[in-house]
């Protein structure tokens, strides 16, 4: 048996409890019932399916304190970052505001992402009105959408702007939810977006000025394996990736060695 071979629900329970040995080094039948409202019954019968699970590194049994510990060599079922397993740790019993920060909340219009995912699919123009905070609004242009993106806050529709003959980024909150929305079908067939089509190499190091040991923090922080991290993305978001990790900003950790370009096949907007 493995994890894919259970239902959803108990799936999930599983995890929580592979998550509560992984990161809190222990776990035990309450912690279920607790977080997910089941009977005894139930969370001793998700523990068995657990240890079943977990045969290679199984969890040893604390008599005194009735508690399962994490094996010293301990491998998770599903790996899992900290901040995804931030809510693990969390103490129960914090009182509001919580100890975790609020994330901003994106708005977005229904009906216009709706149409911005039709005109997608169906390969149309629209006609709408947008504000820029570097321009400000305009008093429409045409813009064929070709697929949503997501800086890992927020969501974007990356499109062809007829007036300004080149492909850009759109949030869709700033699209006039009172644009005429007309839509006419493409009278020729777009030019390759090129920096969609081009992934970008960023072998990032930690930032020049910090002390030796700084570094070796810094590098043991964002999981170093050699002298640089290697991230890629495509071109067309190394806008969002600066700015997600705050290469630019004042106090910086990290910094670029070097970026690398290649083209890779165009794909199909999704």
């Not at 894919?4 to 329970?13: C, T, V, W």
């Not at 699919?121 to 820029?132: A, D, Q, W």
């Not at 081009?198 to 070796?216: C, D, V, Y």
Request: aromatic letters at 10%; one cysteine or more.
């Amino acid at each position: 048996m493995t994890l894919d071979d259970l239902k959803h629900a108990q799936r999930e329970r599983v995890i929580f409890l592979d998550r509560c040995l992984t990161w809190r080094g222990m776990a035990n039948r309450r912690d279920l019932i607790e977080r997910f409202g089941i009977s005894t019954a139930q969370a001793a019968l998700d523990f068995r399916v657990y240890l079943g699970l977990a045969r290679s590194t199984p969890p040893i049994y604390d008599p005194v304190r009735k508690t399962y510990i994490a094996a010293s060599e301990h491998a998770p079922l599903a790996p899992s970052g900290l901040t995804e397993a931030f809510d693990i740790l969390a103490s129960d019993d914090e009182s509001t505001p919580s100890a975790a920060l609020p994330r901003p909340e994106r708005k977005a219009d229904r009906r216009t992402i709706a149409l911005l995912h039709q005109a997608i699919r169906s390969g149309k123009v629209l006609h709408l009105r947008y504000t820029s905070m570097s321009s400000g609004a305009d008093e429409g242009q045409w813009i064929a959408p070709t697929r949503f993106t997501s800086d890992g806050e927020s969501v974007h529709v990356r499109a062809y702007s007829f007036k300004h003959g080149e492909y850009r980024n759109y949030l869709p909150i700033r699209i006039d939810p009172d644009s005429s929305f007309k839509e006419k079908l493409l009278s020729e067939p777009l030019p390759e977006d090129v920096d969609w089509n081009t992934r970008a190499i960023i072998w990032l190091r930690p930032k020049s000025g910090l002390s030796e040991r700084q570094a070796s923090v810094i590098r043991r922080e964002f999981g170093f394996e050699s002298e640089f991290l290697r991230v890629e993305t495509r071109k067309a978001l190394e806008f969002f990736f600066n700015r997600r990790w705050g290469l630019d900003e004042k106090g910086a950790r990290l910094e670029r060695a070097k970026t690398e370009y290649e083209s890779i096949a165009p794909s199909r907007p999704i």
